[in-house]
């Protein structure tokens, strides 16, 4: 993405595709979000692919398991009893802030802006974005993924 400059001529604010107006609302908007995204160093430039990432995330899974001899079959063998008892996320068990999946949506990107335009002057037209009043966080909560689970079995071999 270009992020333009302050009054940037190459630049125009609008929800109108191909538009010749600038909105200064919109332009307003924008260059608040550019300054909470930390992307005033990039004024007059296109910000480097895969510039920015998602938090990292870390799952702990554990297995307890007991094998336990049982009695001998003829012409076969002898038979075990394996009991097992799986954890998976023990951090999200032990509390609910840890082993948590947060991440930007599948395509692994992140529209600030969402319709660039030309206009007849060859400025860029750019509209309808997030104004990001309630905070730049791309990331989206996945719950599934960021529950414990617990399974208990067994398994007789012989």
């Known amino acids: 993405m270009y992020v333009p400059t302050m009054g940037d001529p190459n630049v125009i604010f609008s929800n109108t595709t191909g538009s010749l107006v600038n909105d ?3 332009e307003a ?3 608040g979000f550019v300054a909470a995204a930390g992307l005033e160093g990039f004024r007059g430039k296109i910000i480097p692919r895969n510039h920015d990432t998602t938090s990292g995330s870390s799952r702990i899974n554990i297995r307890f398991q007991q094998e336990i001899g049982l009695f001998d079959i003829p012409a076969i063998g002898q038979s075990r009893l394996n009991l097992y008892l799986d954890i998976e996320n023990l951090g999200n068990l032990l509390n609910n802030d840890w082993g ?3 991440q930007v949506n599948v395509p692994f990107n992140f529209t600030a802006v969402d319709s660039v335009s030309l206009n007849t002057n060859g400025q ?3 509209g309808s974005f997030d104004d990001f009043q309630d905070g730049i966080n791309p990331e989206r909560f996945f719950a599934l993924p960021s529950v414990y689970k617990i399974q208990v079995g067994f398994k007789f071999e012989f």
């Open 124 to 126: 860029y037209v750019y």
């Open 24 to 26: 200064p609302a919109l």
């Open 29 to 31: 908007s924008f260059n």
């Open 100 to 102: 948590r999946v947060e």
